[in-house]
Structure formats: C-alpha cells, structure tokens
C-alpha cells in the first residue's frame, strides 16, 4: 500500500515562503507520477505539478507562473513543493497524490489513485 504524509503547511504573510514535504512510503517516490494539488473552499481540487515517472521531469500548470517548483529526494523517498511569494488565493489545502497521468501535463484529481491527508496553507495579513 502506498502511503503519502504532508507536512510543512502554516501560516505565511503575503510574500513570503513555505516548502511542503511529502513523505512516500510503500513505493520509491520514482516509480509513481506524483503531484501536488491544491483545494481552497467551494472549487474543485487543481493540480499544480507533477513529476513523471517516465522521464523524470517536472510539469507545472500554467497558473503557477514560476513560483512554485516541485521536486523529489530519492534518498528520503519525499517529494517537496517550493512556495515563493505567496498571494492571498493561493490560501488552500494542498494534497500530494501518486500514480496519476503526468505526461506533459497534470491530470485532473480523478485520474490519481494516491492522496495524502493534506496540509493547510493559510497566506493572510
């Protein structure tokens, strides 16, 4: 079985940072596609990146616009989403999920067969 744990979510002002950890278990964090999402009240679940399993690379949606980086440590079998300037809507619950479709593109929620429990990230003045 497949576990995923986040960590790392809080509380930040407007601007500032925060880096969400994912800790995999079951499985080597390589051989799924994983991915973040993220879901604020009354939208749908959206994706923000993933990682393919197939060749390695990370695949970003298009309203990141830069400031968020995924990447993987396969050494402590985690996946990490880094956060930069942060806005106000980005305010959500984010969730890591594995084995989804991440073939140049982040599936939608439906399409991932993992999820995590989620971590919140309030961003606020």
């Known amino acids: 079985q497949v576990q995923l744990v986040e960590s790392g979510g809080g509380s930040v002002q407007p601007g500032g940072s925060l880096t969400l950890s994912c800790a995999v278990s079951?499985?080597?964090?390589?051989?799924?596609?994983v991915g973040w999402f993220r879901q604020a009240p009354g939208k749908e679940r959206e994706g923000i990146a993933c990682i393919s399993s197939t060749d390695g690379r990370p695949y970003y949606e298009d309203f990141m616009k830069g400031r968020f980086t995924i990447s993987s440590d396969n050494a402590k079998n985690s996946l990490y989403l880094q956060m930069n300037n942060l806005k106000v809507e980005d305010q959500a619950v984010y969730y890591c999920a594995a084995n989804g479709r991440c073939t140049g593109y982040v599936a939608p929620a439906s399409d991932w067969d993992y999820w995590g429990q989620g971590t919140q990230v309030n961003v606020s003045s």
């Open positions: 079951g499985r080597s964090v390589g051989y799924y596609a």
